[in-house]
């Protein structure tokens, strides 16, 4: 979720850069180089030459390009990179924590843990005459009455 809303601030930064910027300055006019001009914002490049490229008249045009270099710079430098720090060395916090504790249970293992049986005991053992037929479940049951019509079990009545 955040580096979906980080991609839709960045774009809509970029759209709004080559709507507006492009006509007044050199490295907002197609969209390919309006999003190399955010992204080497963003590291740090080309700060100032960006800041003097606007060629303008228009006091609003340059105060509007002033306010939006600001404000890209402030937002993703600042805010958005140092989240995404956070949200790294959270992750490595976290993988650490689970290195030296270890790993969660997951629901399977802690229902397994309940079980007081050993895995040898005679419960999981038990010898079964089932049919090995597994195609379907009611075929399964007419082939065991055919294989097992000598013996009576408690499960004869059943299946009569």
Request: with cysteine; glycine share 4%; net charge negative.
């Amino acid at each position: 979720r955040f580096l979906v809303t980080t991609m839709m601030l960045y774009l809509g930064f970029m759209f709004c850069g080559w709507a507006v910027l492009g006509p007044y300055h050199i490295k907002f006019r197609h969209l390919s180089t309006t999003s190399e001009c955010l992204f080497s914002l963003v590291n740090g490049d080309d700060m100032f030459t960006t800041f003097s490229a606007t060629v303008t008249e228009d006091i609003v045009v340059w105060y509007f390009s002033r306010i939006y270099l600001y404000l890209f710079i402030s937002l993703f430098i600042y805010a958005v990179l140092n989240l995404f720090i956070a949200v790294i060395l959270d992750t490595y916090e976290t993988i650490k924590e689970y290195y030296e504790k270890g790993f969660p249970k997951s629901e399977l293992f802690e229902f397994i843990d309940q079980c007081e049986d050993a895995p040898d005991s005679e419960l999981y053992r038990g010898e079964d005459n089932a049919c090995s037929c597994s195609v379907l479940s009611f075929l399964c049951c007419f082939c065991c009455k055919k294989k097992n019509t000598g013996s009576q079990s408690e499960y004869t009545s059943l299946l009569n």
